[in-house]
């Protein structure tokens, strides 16, 4: 589904989904912890795919922040462009198939995987806590995705945008919810490109895609 500019269409949440969201998320709170903090996740294959997760949701605001993250964690302009475009030659097999992994069980809003060969041929390339690992990236991924939108559908609304889709009410309830921790976010990232929270934020919601520079 795409806005008359061509782009897609921002997932948002509605109240009761949000609550979904959440709550497949707090069985996985230890292996997220291994993952960002504990490192068991290779930092630039998980910003990859929070990339091509944040692209899915047609998250703006995440896929710059992170598109800022992965450059930080080696990736570089040419691999960022590779995965806006899709391009699966500019990457070895086990990155792409981890990210291509991600974004179809995105798609797919996580519905149960069907067993077959080309789950067992995954597995083989990935391994067994890598697949799991990448999946709870593009769970948790996918969750922040859809606040993001959400708290940026209430201005686009009052600025006669409204996101298709998306309802008043889940705007306003999710804005009083996360608006608080989104600045507090926004704040963090200023400090350290030593920029002024009102230009990091304008800078996150502006942004259309491709890579970012300074």
Not at 72 to 78: C, L, M
Not at 149 to 166: E, F, I, Q
């Amino acid at each position: 589904m795409s806005q008359g500019s061509g782009r897609p269409v921002p997932r948002t949440y509605a109240l009761p989904e949000l609550f979904e969201g959440l709550k497949s998320l707090v069985s996985r709170v230890p292996a997220l912890w291994s993952i960002w903090i504990g490192g068991r996740l290779a930092r630039d294959l998980r910003e990859k795919v929070v990339v091509a997760v944040a692209q899915v949701n047609a998250c703006r605001m995440c896929e710059h922040a992170h598109s800022r993250m992965a450059r930080e964690a080696g990736v570089s302009d040419a691999e960022l462009a590779a995965l806006e475009n899709m391009d699966e030659h500019a990457f070895d097999r086990r990155t792409w198939l981890a990210v291509a992994h991600a974004r179809d069980r995105v798609v797919a809003d996580f519905a149960p995987v069907t067993w077959d060969a080309s789950q067992d041929a995954l597995i083989e390339v990935l391994g067994v806590q890598t697949h799991r690992d990448v999946e709870d990236v593009a769970r948790v991924m996918t969750v922040a995705n859809r606040i993001a939108n959400t708290l940026n559908a209430l201005p686009d609304r009052l600025r006669g945008n409204p996101v298709p889709g998306s309802r008043l009410v889940d705007e306003l309830v999710i804005n009083f919810m996360f608006l608080p921790g989104a600045w507090l976010g926004t704040l963090v990232a200023a400090a350290r490109q030593r920029k002024s929270p009102i230009a990091v934020w304008r800078q996150a919601r502006s942004f259309e895609g491709r890579s970012i520079s300074g």
